[in-house]
């Protein structure tokens, strides 16, 4: 597949921008990945850039994200291609002659839980990207003793 089924559109993301002075960087590529996953691995990065997200230390979660990825969409291929080739049905016959269904729709679910269960970790859903915008410090906020530290530097003299 050399095409992934993300876009991004012109009035989405690439304006959003984040305001930082620092440029954010991405990790080195852990692992030798396919040409496929390289691209998704790019993406990924590049998003969490745009975005000014730290994640240097997310190489190993965004690996596992990009392999489940590739691994669900090629599971989805291979149902496609077994409902196509079945009249759109996904019903098999076990030699005891129960019907159920092919392995492949479990199999297509697995992958889709544990993606779910995993793009969080990097922040690539909205109630995670939120809630890390939301927790970051902007500077007028200070830091968790900065009331200790005025007091401190108000009783020093002068």
Not at 92 to 116: A, I, S
Request: aromatic share 8%.
């Amino acid at each position: 597949m050399s095409d992934l089924p993300i876009e991004v559109q012109a009035a989405g993301s690439e304006h959003a921008v984040a305001a930082t002075s620092n440029e954010v960087q991405s990790p080195d590529c852990p692992i030798d990945f396919s040409p496929d996953e390289l691209r998704v691995w790019d993406y990924i990065c590049d998003q969490l850039r745009k975005a000014g997200l730290l994640h240097m230390t997310a190489g190993l979660a965004i690996s596992v994200i990009v392999k489940k990825y590739r691994r669900w969409l090629t599971a989805i291929e291979l149902l496609d291609k077994y409902l196509e080739e079945n009249d759109g049905n996904f019903q098999v016959k076990t030699p005891n002659g129960y019907e159920q269904p092919h392995q492949l729709v479990h199999y297509v679910d697995r992958q889709e839980r544990e993606l779910l269960r995993w793009l969080p970790s990097c922040c690539l859903t909205i109630p995670t990207f939120a809630k890390v915008k939301a927790l970051e410090k902007g500077a007028e906020q200070g830091d968790l003793f900065l009331d200790e530290i005025r007091s401190f530097m108000q009783g020093r003299p002068s």
